[in-house]
């Protein structure tokens, strides 16, 4: 279901634009809010910045920045869940599905990606509950423990996938030919794997010979 999505990102560079365009803005805001939300309120880095969440780290965070901090927070949370995090996975995953496929290995690796945006849901959604539910209604021990799971497996999804973007970009730009072959088909240039394209080029040259023989 995310695959399809990915590639047509991929094979569209107006759509490719456009999603990292919408990413830059919602970066762009978060950070204002963040900054609003801890030069005001004198808190440290909010929840999403920290790598496992425990439960008495949490509220005291929370307790820490005061009611109006809270609404601050949630605000944050909001803007997390829509857009940043469905515009950032979207963008990244496009992009390593593009590089896989013209290095012509499994576009699923890609899949990662969606891991991080799972594992960030989840901690994102979680903190915005116990933010919500303030000492009213505290996250269970499981509770928390799915939250904590999840921002760890945002965290090393997210530096798996980039780290595999960055390697596969490098790979792609100074080794073009040994990675896949860019083929041009219909008008447009698409790239294939390095077997595939010879297919391509065998099948075409019969072709020429047997227009010349006509």
Known sequence: MVLPIYRTVAESSTL???IALLQMVAVVVMNQ???YLMDTFGGNDPP???FGIRSKRLYDYLAGIGVEGRYAYLDVVKWDVVPTIPTYS???GSLLYKECKKAGISPK????IVLAMIGDLFETLGCGYATKNFLATPLTGKQMMIVSNGNKVKWISLGTGIAMLAVL???NLMFPREYGKRVVAEGAIKFVPKAESENVEESSSKEDDAKKEK
């Not at 690796?109 to 990662?112: C, D, G, K, R, W």
């Open 33 to 35: 809010k963040t900054t």
């Open 16 to 18: 490719l634009l456009t």
């Open 169 to 171: 970009f490098m790979k």
């Open 90 to 92: 979207t963008l990244l």
């Open 48 to 50: 999403d910045m920290w």
């Open 109 to 112: 690796l890609s899949l990662v």
